[in-house]
């Protein structure tokens, strides 16, 4: 019954592309590599087809009391129901960032970063120049609002109609992943660093912030923060202490320091082997992460 209701889902998301392409004429300066687009989401949605078994699988042993160990974190009921959707975008998919994307795909359907900035030039006159990277945007856009992450993703992440996020699942990893330390950089633009590969969907099971997951479900099961750092001071003799939300990290981890709150969190929820957060919350950074229409990125700290 789910099955055939994923499977009409999939097919309706082919004809609406199919009817997308053809629409366009190739004529849209905005929708990189839309041919290759097409390719790419049939091979994503068989993918998410395997994925989908795979989980329905998996989903008959999660029903046994093993998974109910310390480390499992609270799940409420939404998250497992919902868990069957989870679409994954690997940081590996578009491994140059940008210029992954923004590339000739012919003479007419020029999406390189120098045909952008010729079409924004005749568009709202941005300065019409050569590029061959993002660190060449850095010059102009520094801080405020004009600032690279603001008018990057208010490009990509907001609108209407957006095609970052329809054709492209909205995803973060496709610009973001973590460097071998745990640092999470812009493909492109950190040079000369060995990146890992995670795994991330664009879903919200973190409506609120870090307590929307971390909460006391029981007695046995209490995964507020102030547990998670008594259950850190057994792992590795972490400094244990009552908080209140994650904003309370932050007078240890502070953001210019040895120990950022960034990287910790970071590393113990998008890496590892059998991390939960991947495989119970899809690794997504819109748990912690939210965006506003004026591209402003925010975290669900407090
Ligand atoms: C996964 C593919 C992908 C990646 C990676 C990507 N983009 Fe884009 N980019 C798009 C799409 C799709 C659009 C069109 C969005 C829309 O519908 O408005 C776009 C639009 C743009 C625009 C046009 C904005 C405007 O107002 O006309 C610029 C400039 C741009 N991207 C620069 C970048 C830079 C710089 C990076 C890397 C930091 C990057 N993009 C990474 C797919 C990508
Ligand atoms: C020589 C300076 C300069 C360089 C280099 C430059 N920009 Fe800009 N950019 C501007 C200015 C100035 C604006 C504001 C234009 C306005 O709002 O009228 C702007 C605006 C934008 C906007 C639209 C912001 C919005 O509010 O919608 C995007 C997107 C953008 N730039 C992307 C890029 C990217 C990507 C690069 C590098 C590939 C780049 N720019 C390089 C000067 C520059
Ligand atoms: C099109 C590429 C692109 C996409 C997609 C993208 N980012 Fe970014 N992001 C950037 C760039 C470029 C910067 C600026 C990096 C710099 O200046 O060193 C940035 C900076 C940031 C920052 C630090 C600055 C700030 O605003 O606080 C955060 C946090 C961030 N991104 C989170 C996200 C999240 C979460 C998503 C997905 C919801 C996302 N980004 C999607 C390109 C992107
Ligand atoms: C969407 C649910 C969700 C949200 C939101 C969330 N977490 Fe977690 N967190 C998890 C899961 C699941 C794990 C277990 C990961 C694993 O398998 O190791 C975890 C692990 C942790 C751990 C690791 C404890 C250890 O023993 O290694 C800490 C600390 C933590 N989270 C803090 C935070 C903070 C701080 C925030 C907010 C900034 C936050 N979490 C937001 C689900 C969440
Ligand atoms: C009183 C200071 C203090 C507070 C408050 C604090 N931490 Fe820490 N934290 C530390 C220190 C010191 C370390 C390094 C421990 C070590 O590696 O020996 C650490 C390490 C960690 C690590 C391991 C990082 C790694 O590289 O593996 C995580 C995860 C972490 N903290 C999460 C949190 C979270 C989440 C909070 C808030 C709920 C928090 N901490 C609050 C002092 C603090
Ligand atoms: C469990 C919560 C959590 C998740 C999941 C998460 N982040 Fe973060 N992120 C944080 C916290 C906390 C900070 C530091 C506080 C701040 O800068 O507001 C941060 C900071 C950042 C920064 C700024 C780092 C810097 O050095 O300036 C970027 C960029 C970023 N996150 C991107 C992402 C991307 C991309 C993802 C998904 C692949 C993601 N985050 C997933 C909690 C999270």
Redesign the pocket.
Known sequence: MRKGKVLLLLLGVLVMTALLVAGCGGQNAEEPEQDQQQAAQEQQQNDEQAQQEAKEEQGAEKEQPEEAKQEEQASGGEAQGEKEEITYVSSDEKAEGCVSCHIKVSEEKDYTLTAEMAAMNKEFNHPQLEVEGPQDCLTCHQDGDNSLDKVLHKAHLTGEENHFVSNYDGS??HC??LTADN????KGLAQDVELQV?K?SSKDF?KEN?NSCHRKVSEEKDYTLTAELKAMKEEFNHPAMEVKN?EDCLTCHK?DGDN???KA??KV??TGEDNH?VSNYG???R???AVAETGEM??K?K
């Open positions: 973060c990893v973001h992943t640092e999470m950089v812009v995670i991330s973190g870090c994650g953001p950022p709150l960034d969190v970071h929820h998008l957060f690794g997504s950074c748990n912690c992460h925010t975290t700290l």
